[in-house]
């Protein structure tokens, strides 16, 4: 069984898609971590983001397994990654290992922003994921001050909705729902109203 979840910058898509992995025993790859580690191996060659050729190497040298997480998490990597993951030819160099991911035996979970498009258009069951911007912004404040980053509410929603205006414009594989998927509102849910109504979706796809 293929689950395909995607949705905006912090809607809950990867604290979705761990659960139902734990629950029905799947492995999980984020794939917003593919688009920033090529960042992170940009910035820490001291390449500049909009290098087409040196993201595409560092696509191509990524496995899906090395990733520090810690350090990926971070604020500025989001941004970054989303200029990155807007070149076709990034896109290209992580597909396959992507699809890969998704087709071993047993079947898998991904989470991200075209996998019940692009990535996994053939999967069992797909969620889209969102909440209104002000309640993503106050969860990726709480996740960051968390995690001992400094938090400005009014900061983090400007980054928010720029980050998803990049996301949903580009020409390649933007951020949408897959006219199969069912969305998923996660406003005013808490976490556990949100893996109940996601596991009822699951559940229904599978009979
Ligand atoms: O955790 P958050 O939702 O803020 O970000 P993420 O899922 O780690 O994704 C970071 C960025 O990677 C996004 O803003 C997208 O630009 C890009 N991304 C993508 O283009 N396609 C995916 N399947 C996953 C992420």
């Not at 983001?49 to 990597?77: I, K």
């Not at 729902?177 to 596991?199: H, I, N, Q, W, Y």
Request: glycine letters at 8%.
């Amino acid at each position: 069984m293929i689950i395909a979840i995607d949705g905006p910058a912090a809607s809950g898509k990867g604290t979705l898609a761990r659960r139902l992995a734990a629950h029905y025993g799947l492995p999980h790859l984020d794939t917003g971590l593919l688009y920033r580690a090529v960042a992170a191996s940009l910035i820490a060659a001291d390449r500049d983001l909009h290098d087409v050729d040196a993201a595409v190497a560092a696509a191509r040298g990524l496995g899906l397994t090395e990733f520090d997480e810690e350090s990926l998490r971070g604020r500025q990597m989001g941004e970054a990654a989303s200029i990155v993951a807007a070149m076709p030819e990034v896109r290209a160099a992580l597909i396959e290992a992507q699809r890969n991911f998704a087709r071993r035996p047993g079947g898998a979970v991904l989470d991200g922003r075209d996998i019940g498009t692009v990535i996994c258009p053939e999967a069992d069951a797909k969620i889209f994921v969102t909440a209104s911007a002000e309640t993503r912004a106050q969860r990726r404040a709480l996740e960051l001050a968390g995690r001992g980053e400094k938090a400005d509410y009014a900061a983090i929603l400007a980054e928010i909705v720029k980050r998803d205006a990049r996301d949903s414009e580009r020409a390649d594989a933007p951020l949408k729902a897959a006219p199969d998927a069912v969305r998923l509102d996660t406003t005013k849910m808490s976490v556990e109203a949100a893996f109940a109504e996601s596991l009822r979706v699951v559940e229904a796809r599978r009979r």
